[in-house]
């Protein structure tokens, strides 16, 4: 990615020897082309799909996020069950997401962080994360709280989902007796169920 100029993205790739720009406009999502997907790829306030049918740059949702969702989306799901659990640890962290977010989200880097991972981001959300940020969850995360996030991976399980839903997470803290659960669906930071001891806190119809 070269730059951003005049609303049009420059894009620099390599064919062997030679170097390949393209320029591409901006374009609305409802403009989207293509039925498979080779790559994607974020860049500042913009996703970038490579499909079958050429390159698709699409601007983000309107509400702000720091970094491409999926992981942003999983750190906030950690920070809110943080907030319901009231708990500075943890024992466990189940983390359950569709298969797309899954597969779309496994090699995505963490903003503000050298972190890469949907399991990592799970920690920094819990670490340092700040719920009521929605999702720039992640603006203020502080590198030195953070710095030994890796030593609780092992505490992660992530798996896949079984659903049909594009967005969805569901993770669950577990400290001893006590427990609590974030489900979203829909949308990146759509919460639409909170569990807190296996028991409802909160629901939202999506």
């Known amino acids: 990615i070269l730059n951003e ?3 049009r993205i420059w894009i620099v790739g390599k064919h062997g020897d030679d170097s390949l720009v393209v ?6 999502n409802i403009d989207f ?7 994607h790829k974020c860049f500042r306030d913009y996703l970038i799909i490579g499909t079958n049918k ?3 740059i699409l601007k983000n949702e309107v509400k702000p996020a720091m970094g491409c969702t999926e992981p942003i989306a999983v750190a906030f799901a950690a920070a809110k069950a943080k907030e319901i659990l009231n708990r500075d640890t943890f024992d466990e962290m189940l983390v359950k997401v569709s298969p ?3 597969k779309n989200g496994l090699a995505v880097g963490i903003p503000h962080t050298s972190f ?3 399991d990592i981001a799970a920690i920094v959300g819990f670490i340092d994360g700040h719920a009521p940020n929605g999702l720039e969850v ?10 030994h996030a890796n030593d609780l991976v092992e505490k992660v ?26 489900i979203i669906q829909g949308k990146h930071d759509q919460i639409i169920e909170i569990r807190k001891n296996n028991q409802p806190m909160h629901k939202e119809s999506s």
């Open 100 to 102: 797309n977010f899954y």
């Open 138 to 147: 992640l603006k203020d995360v502080d590198d030195e709280k953070i710095k």
């Open 54 to 56: 050429g390159i698709n």
């Open 23 to 28: 320029e591409k406009k901006l374009i609305p």
């Open 33 to 39: 082309n293509g039925t498979s997907t080779l790559f």
């Open 116 to 118: 890469v991972g949907l």
């Open 157 to 182: 399980k992530l798996s896949v989902a079984d659903t049909d839903e594009s967005v969805f997470i569901q993770l669950k803290l577990i400290n001893g007796i006590d427990s609590a659960e974030v």
């Open 5 to 7: 100029k005049d609303g």
